[in-house]
């Protein structure tokens, strides 16, 4: 039995469980939803991204954002980066500078150049003579950037913003050889004269008993992604794609791993979606650091239940059987991608909720990138809370477009920063449609506190997407062989 599609002005369900009671992640309290009315603003570039008459504008018209050459290409250090990185990823960085073949717009921000620590993207960008508005890269800032840097030395909002305009991407490990191993995983991928991946996606989504989150992304998204939808029909059909999927009773953590193997049937997919809760670690919990935002499987029997490592999935559970090489994951739960160190949704407290020992990335999504020297090409994923908002779309209930939007570019060979684009769009339009309403409110048109909620939530939900890896890279699909159904 399908779950009911939640109203969008409801309170937001969160994508997460408490690994200590086995209990939903909590809602947004009441003090936060008030403070709705108070001070929140839409930055300038993110009217000018949501302006109809340019909103699918980030390179400037008369450059190719597929093609290197036109786009450009640039590595962004902090200033206090060690060398040894910048030696690890220079295969990298000489393989995107042969690509772009100009000088003028491949561009290596170190030294000087590189991230200070007071620095945000708008002061980075302003010590290089360049604004947030449609980016020409040969005005010194090329469109494809990856960051080197944990999100303490580059901040989450410096990447977000930054984001609105450009094509970003992240790397950061915890050791140098997982940088080495990252740089050549890719270049492997790119030079390989056989891709070793086929025209495959597969479909991860749990749903549990009792649970309103998951079983909205199950009954809605997943459902019509793998084909439930008459009018769309499933995700990459366009482009010969089989799909083949694991929603609900089969979504369990076995499955999972199948997945991320050459087992699953077909061989491993090009394309993994996977939508699920992601796991929540107390801030002095010893296992936050590897296991924060694992996503949580159908094995687990539902909110409020006991939870242990036997229902996720985490980096250590990752074996010789898990390959990664060439592999996109879209990965949506709580967490998934990263956590800050206080809590985001509580913004009046005088002492904020602290909820890690430190703003962090997530470890699964590292370590698939780097997993057996022949990681995945990236991972788009979550940072902090996850909420069904990003799911819906006014009160016309679950809607796939934005979803389809992102997946079809990728799965077009679109460059994956290029493809992400389109969440930014929707960020700036969400952003909008906020400050719209607390606009309305402030001349006294009636607009709910659960109104305000969903549209501020939603906006979030879509800022919060980062991509894990280099954003330049994209699918081989017109070198993949195609799979015939049994």
């Known amino acids: 039995m399908s779950a009911p599609t939640p109203d969008l002005f409801e309170m937001p369900l969160a994508f997460g469980v408490d690994a200590d009671t086995g209990r939903i992640l909590p809602s947004i309290d009441a003090a936060t939803l008030a403070s ?66 100009d000088d003028s717009i491949f561009k290596i921000f170190d030294g000087a150049d590189a991230v200070l620590p007071a620095d945000d993207a708008r002061s980075w960008l302003l010590r290089k003579g360049v604004t947030m508005q449609v980016v020409d890269s040969r005005m010194g800032v090329p469109y494809y950037l990856m960051l080197v840097g944990s999100p303490e030395e580059i901040s989450f909002e410096f990447q977000y913003s930054l984001d609105i305009f450009w094509s970003v991407g992240r790397l950061h490990f915890p ?46 998204i997943a459902s019509d992604l793998a084909g439930g939808s008459a009018i769309a029909g499933p995700i990459g059909k366009r482009q010969k794609f089989l799909l083949r999927s694991a929603i609900g009773e089969g979504a369990t953590k076995a499955a999972l791993s199948q997945m991320m193997s050459d087992s699953w049937p077909g061989g491993a997919p090009a394309l993994l979606i ?37 229902h996720w999935f985490s980096a250590a559970d990752l074996g010789d059987a898990n390959k990664f090489h060439g592999l996109i994951h879209f990965f949506f739960a709580c967490f998934g991608g990263g956590c800050p160190k206080f809590d985001t949704f509580q913004r009046l407290s005088n002492q904020p909720k602290q909820i890690a020992p430190n703003t962090m990335l997530a470890r699964l999504p590292q370590a698939m990138l780097t997993h057996q020297s022949s990681g995945a090409l990236a991972t788009i994923a979550h940072v902090d809370r996850a909420w ?12 796939t477009q934005g979803f389809r939007d992102v997946l079809g570019s990728i799965l077009r060979g679109d460059r994956l ?37 969903s549209r501020w939530v939603a906006r979030d939900d879509a800022r919060n997407y980062i991509v894990f890896g280099d954003p330049a890279v994209r699918m081989r699909q017109e070198d993949m062989p195609e799979i015939l159904p049994a």
Request: charged share 25%.
């Open 36 to 101: 709705l009315t108070h001070g929140e603003k839409n930055p300038a570039e993110l009217n000018e991204r949501a302006n109809p008459e340019d909103i699918s504008f980030a390179l400037t018209g008369e450059l190719d954002p597929n093609d290197l050459s036109q786009a450009g290409w640039g590595i962004v250090f902090t200033s206090n980066a060690d060398p040894a990185v910048r030696a690890a990823l220079q295969p990298l960085i000489d393989r995107r500078r042969q690509q772009v073949n």
């Open 175 to 220: 050791t140098v050889a997982e940088y080495a191993a990252y740089a050549q995983s890719v270049i492997d991928y790119e030079q390989s004269p056989k891709v070793p991946r086929s025209r495959q996606i597969a479909i991860f989504a749990p749903k549990h008993e009792g649970d309103a989150a998951t079983g909205l992304f199950a009954d809605k």
């Open 274 to 310: 996977s939508g699920s809760h992601g796991m929540g670690f107390g801030a002095t919990d010893p296992r936050l650091a590897g296991m924060q935002g694992a996503p949580v499987c159908q094995d687990w029997d539902g909110p409020g239940s006991p939870i242990n490592e036997k």
């Open 388 to 399: 069904g908002y990003s799911l819906v779309s006014d009160r016309r209930g679950a809607q």
């Open 417 to 453: 920063g290029q493809a992400m684009d389109r969440f930014n769009v929707r960020w700036a339009g969400l952003s909008t449609e906020l400050l719209d309403s607390l606009n309305d409110k402030q001349r006294g048109k009636v607009v709910t506190d659960a109104e305000l909620a």
